[in-house]
């Protein structure tokens, strides 16, 4: 199937943009910044500008740039965590950019924490040999870093920013470059907005597990759209586990990540018996690699039949995680959990889309005049598994390179595109209960796609949503949810499918069999 919509009534309206950026994460908001003054743009966003997974990034980004540090090292640490399928080109490239990319934040504007001299407060994480986290609010280095940026973005003559705009299908001309896209308006009434460049930065793909630390806008409408218009995705089986999610019993759809610091500064993970079950599984205990832990937490509540574990964190005094977790501290103690006296419930949840969009150094996809940067984006920079704090980086790095390749195709002319309304497939329209089939391919998805893999229980899963797949190919339904939920499908089978293929446990991706 081509499009995802159906109906292009003959009075369709049309806008013109010589680049649109459909995202306003901090991957689309940095390309807005470095297209050229003289080009038209415009941002698209589903929601609010603060609905994305930049928004509720903590814990910081990742550069060489203390004085005991070198892009060689933070290449290396990278490479380790990739397991051996990282794109080294890519790679060398994000880590030798990467620190001119945080001089540039830094002269933006975006408030980076400093030390008590003053200079920059450089932090370490898992997986990092050197200190070379920044960060910004202490744990809300996201918010920030998209305050400051749209700021500036609001500032730009040449870039209209258009939320609440939700982008359907990308268009191609003849000779399959991108002529164009079509948007769903607030009112879900399609427009076509005609352009030569488009710039997927649309995110990741939370909504396609049950839980996520990833907001609801995060259903993969970029990478569904960029295959449907002819683009590649890659390394779709390695998807991300958080092990420390904050537990509920409300059933939510979104957890609230307890970050990897929290462990750093002395949190002990336990079960409810109090025993702390990661020592002996590995070296460094609980702070083992992120896919270690959220594989140790995963088989000890099968094994205790629980649904939950804990983050033991009580031995700091309350002053000091008040200050040192302000988003962590007031989340938690909105929900009752003082954690200076009482243990955080926590449980393995989806949190980063490792692959996703093919795309080469320059961000370019195998369409002409479609790119994509940032989670949305398979740089080949993470191989089998993100380094922490990678990802921001990548966004800014391959964001910037983006808007120069953009910049660049401008300098040669060409002419400016009327895309043309899609040919109708005039499918039957059929109304169906979308949200109950996203609940169930959630379900399906958590239940065999997730931290514990192997191939009867892939297979069981695929064979399902290939069905719900399929059955939304065939029909239509207009609106949003449908778009959605076709999706969400789509993306769950290809997940499944590259999960299959590999059989062997690498990285992010683990085969019990
Ligand atoms: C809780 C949490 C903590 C994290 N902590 C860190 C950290 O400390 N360090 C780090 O490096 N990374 C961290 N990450 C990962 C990192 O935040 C993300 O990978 C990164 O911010 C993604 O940015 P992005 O711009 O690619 O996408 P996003 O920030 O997710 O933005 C996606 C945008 O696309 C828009 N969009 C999507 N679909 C459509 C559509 N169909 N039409 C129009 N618009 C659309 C959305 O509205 C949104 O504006 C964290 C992630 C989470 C969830």
């Known amino acids: 199937m081509r499009f995802a919509t159906d109906e292009f009534p003959e009075r369709t309206s049309h806008m013109h943009f010589d680049v649109v950026i459909i995202g306003a994460g901090i991957a689309g908001l940095y390309t807005a910044l470095h297209i050229d003054g003289k ?3 415009c941002i698209l966003t589903k929601e609010d500008a603060e609905v994305s997974n930049s928004w509720l990034a903590q814990g910081g980004i990742a550069a060489a740039i203390s004085l005991d540090d070198a892009p060689i090292y933070h290449f290396e640490d990278t490479l380790i965590a990739g397991a051996g399928l990282c794109d080294e080109n890519a790679v060398r490239v994000l880590v030798s950019e990467g620190p001119n990319d945080i001089r540039r934040l830094i002269e933006m504007q975006v408030p980076f924490d400093l030390d008590n001299e003053g200079d920059l407060d450089i932090t370490r994480e898992g997986g990092h040999r050197r200190r070379r986290i920044v960060h910004a ?5 996201g918010r920030e870093t998209v305050k400051a940026l749209a700021q500036l973005v609001s500032l730009r003559q040449n870039v209209t920013f258009m939320p609440h705009n939700f982008c359907a299908d990308i268009l191609t001309d003849e000779n399959g470059a991108v002529s164009g896209c079509t948007v769903l308006d607030v009112t879900d009434t399609l427009f076509i907005i005609d352009t030569p460049n488009i710039v997927l930065a649309t995110g990741g793909i939370g909504q396609v597990y049950k839980i996520s630390t990833n907001p609801s806008v995060a259903t993969g409408d970029g990478l569904a759209a960029a295959v449907r218009a002819g683009a590649n995705l890659k390394d779709m089986e390695f998807i991300q586990f958080h092990p420390t999610g904050l537990w509920s019993d409300k059933h939510e759809n979104r957890a609230f990540l307890i970050s990897e610091a929290v462990r750093g500064e002395g949190g002990l993970l336990k079960n409810s018996e109090g025993e702390r079950f990661m020592l002996g599984t590995h070296e ?3 702070l083992a690699p992120r896919d270690i832990v959220a594989r140790a937490i995963t088989k000890e509540l099968i094994r205790s039949g629980e649904t939950h574990a804990f983050i033991d964190i009580t031995a700091e005094p309350r002053e ?20 200076s006296k009482t243990w955080i419930p926590v449980c393995p949840v989806q949190h980063y889309l490792i692959g996703g969009i093919q795309t080469d150094l320059d961000a370019r996809t195998r369409v002409e005049g479609l790119y994509a940067c940032g989670e949305a984006a398979s740089t080949g920079v993470h191989g089998a598994n993100r380094l922490a704090s990678n990802s921001m980086l990548e966004c800014l790095v391959f964001g910037r390179r983006a808007a120069a390749h953009i910049n660049a195709r401008f300098a040669d002319g060409g002419e400016a595109p009327h895309a043309e309304l899609p040919v109708s497939e005039k499918r039957n329209i059929v109304k169906r209960d979308f949200a109950a089939l996203r609940t169930e391919i959630q379900q399906l998805m958590n239940d065999y796609g997730s931290v514990l893999r192997n191939e009867n229980g892939m297979k069981k899963a695929l064979v399902r949503i290939s069905e719900i797949a399929e059955e939304l190919n065939c029909s239509y339904y207009p609106g949003r949810e449908y778009i959605e939920t076709l999706n969400i499908a789509t993306l769950a089978a290809d997940i499944l499918e590259a999960a299959l293929l590999r059989r062997e446990s690498v990285g992010a991706h683990y085969r019990e069999d």
């Open 39 to 41: 080009h038209t743009c």
């Open 137 to 141: 609010g202490g744990d809300a280095t």
């Open 284 to 286: 460094l205990n609980e």
């Open 320 to 339: 000091y995680l008040e200050h040192r977790f302000p988003t962590i501290f007031q989340e938690c103690l909105k929900r009752g959990i003082d954690i």
